[in-house]
Every structure is written in C-alpha cells, then in structure tokens.
C-alpha cells in the first residue's frame, strides 16, 4: 500500500524563535519532491523537526505518516514508522563501524517490537545483505569496517548515507544537501544509489537543495519553494531552471511578507555563522 506523510500548517521554533511559519507539505511513495530555499530559509529545520530532534519545538501544526501524527512520537518511533534523515552535517561515531551502526539500526527499524539487548539479526544473513547491498552501490568492502564518519571525507560520508538508504528501506527519505561538497562524479553515484533504493523500496523522496546539478538526475516530479519560513511557490523543474538563471529575487517580490521574515532568518544564519568560525 502507498503511504502519504502530509504536513500540515507547521511551525516550528528553535531558541524560542519561530522558523517555520505554518508549511503545508505532501509526499506520497515513489514520488520525488525537491525542496529549495535560500540559507537560513528553514530547510534543515523542517528535516530535523519532522525527525524529532530535540532542540526544534514544534509550535503547532501536524505530520501525519498515513493518518498518524508523527510529531507526538519519539525519534526512534519515527525511525520504525519509516522515516529516514540524511543529515546536512553528520556526526562521526567514533569506536562504532559502519557495519555495526547498520546492524543496529536494520535490527530496530525491522523488528520495530525488540527490546533493547535482544538479539540482532543473525550475523549471516545482515553479512550477506551487506555485502550485496554495497557491491550494487559500488561502495568498497573495506568501508564497512571503519568508524561511522570518522574521518570520512565528504563524499565517503554522502555514500555512507546512500548505503544506510539502501540497508534500511525507508517509506520517506529526507536527503538535506546530500549534493554538497560532492565533485561531480560523486554526485552522480550518489544519485544513481538513491535512485535505485527508492525505486526499490518505493521511498518517497524529499531532496534538499540549492543547486540543479545533483537533480539532473534525481528527477523531481515535484518543487517547493521555502522562503521565509514557509512555502511559497509549488511547481515542477521550470521552477529549478527559474532560480538557476534568475536567483531569488522574484520571490523576494512576489511574496514581500514572506520576504520581511526572511530578511530576519538570512541575519541570524549570518550571525550564527560567524560565532561558527
Ligand atoms: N540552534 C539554533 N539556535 C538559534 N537559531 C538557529 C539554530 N539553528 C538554526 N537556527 C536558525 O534557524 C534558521 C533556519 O536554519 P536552517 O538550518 O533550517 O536553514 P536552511 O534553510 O537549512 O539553510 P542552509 O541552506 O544554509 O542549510 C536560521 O536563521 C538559523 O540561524
Ligand atoms: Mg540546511
């Protein structure tokens, strides 16, 4: 059966600072939805918020995973429920390899009943799984035995993502700048891999983006534009061809509230990311 994850009217605040000012947001399995938007726009916001990460309050508003409200369940829950992040910065874990991460991780998402320190999915089979996973994505077999990130360049990083795709064959993907850092080459293995899974799997796909490239070939059949907290503008790839050549500006004019707020959201990131460095 397709699943629908619909979000509706979402806001969500950081620091006691509103950033989402009420997003309306469909996705059924086996589309593809682009999400772009200025820096600062509230794009991560949106991807860590629905994944429930702690420190983004959700102020009112629902995502509901086929009728049920997914923002009232813990992170784990979600995870079980189908959902899945690639995060824009991931964290290394270090003393954790890839290979046990994934194991971990497969075991609860499948076996979403299993209480902490029951078994693991055999070790055969996960092994078999693994390998058969990472020789379609062309991931070398030396790379499950390293610590999750550690060290990882970025690409290694982006693929490591790709395989934790693969392995845990989400409903819904959200993939936050998985394009970034990538030279080119990488950008299209990455696609191919994320293709492949979600044709696959039938994982409905959310690509967050700045840049065209990464979706020549992670075909979207549908584009939102976030600006200033919410979206403004839905359409198909003329939208990315439109920002490609002419930037934001039309949006700026086009929707002048949305603008003022997101004046203020561009200042913050600016100043956030000056303490930063
Ligand atoms: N921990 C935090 N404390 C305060 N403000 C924050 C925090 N995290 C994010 N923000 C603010 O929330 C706003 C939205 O940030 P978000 O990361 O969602 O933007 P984005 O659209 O993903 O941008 P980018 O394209 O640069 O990744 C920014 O103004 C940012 O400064
Ligand atoms: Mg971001």
């Given at each position: ?31 593809i ?9 509230g794009?991560?916001?949106l991807?860590?918020?629905l994944?429930?990460?702690?420190s ?14 997914i ?7 979600r ?5 899945f ?5 991931p ?9 046990n991460?994934?194991r ?19 070790m055969?089979?996960?092994?078999k799984?693994?390998?058969e996973?990472?020789?379609e ?15 990882f360049?970025?690409?290694e990083k982006?693929?490591?993502?790709v395989?934790?795709?693969?392995m845990l064959r ?6 936050d700048?998985?394009?970034?850092g ?6 299209r293995?990455?696609s191919e891999?994320?293709n ?20 020549n070939y ?5 584009v ?9 503008e ?14 934001y500006?039309w ?11 997101e ?7 600016l ?7």
């Amino acid at each position: 059966m397709t699943k629908t994850l619909e979000i509706k009217d979402l806001h969500v605040a950081i620091g006691g600072k509103e950033i989402l000012k009420g997003v309306d947001l469909t996705l059924r399995q086996g589309e593809i939805h682009a999400l772009m938007g200025p820096n600062g726009s509230g794009k991560s916001t949106l991807s860590y918020a629905l994944m429930g990460h702690p420190s983004y309050e959700v102020l009112a508003g629902t995502a509901e995973l086929d009728g049920e409200n997914i923002l009232e369940l813990e992170a784990d829950e979600r995870a079980k429920k189908g959902l899945f992040l690639a995060f824009q910065y991931p964290t290394a874990i270090p003393g954790v390899t890839v290979a046990n991460f994934l194991r971990h991780a497969v075991t609860n998402v499948r076996t979403p009943d299993r209480k902490e320190g029951e078994d693991l999915m055999p070790m055969r089979e996960f092994r078999k799984e693994l390998r058969e996973t990472m020789e379609e994505l062309g991931v070398d077999g030396e790379f499950a035995r390293r610590y999750l990130n550690e060290g990882f360049s970025g690409g290694e990083k982006k693929r490591a993502e790709v395989l934790q795709l693969a392995m845990l064959r989400p409903a819904f993907a959200i993939l936050d700048e998985t394009d970034s850092g990538l030279d080119i080459d990488a950008v299209r293995l990455v696609s191919e891999g994320v293709n492949k899974v979600a044709a696959r799997a039938g994982t409905g796909v959310l690509v967050i983006t700045h840049y065209q490239r990464i979706l020549n070939y992670i075909k979207p059949q549908f584009v939102h534009i976030l600006f200033g907290g919410r979206i403004v503008e839905n359409g198909g790839n003329e939208l990315v061809d439109k920002l490609e050549r002419e930037g934001y500006d039309w949006v700026r004019e086009k929707y002048p509230d949305a603008a003022v707020d997101e004046d203020e959201l561009e200042r913050r990131a600016l100043a956030e990311s000056k303490f930063a460095f």
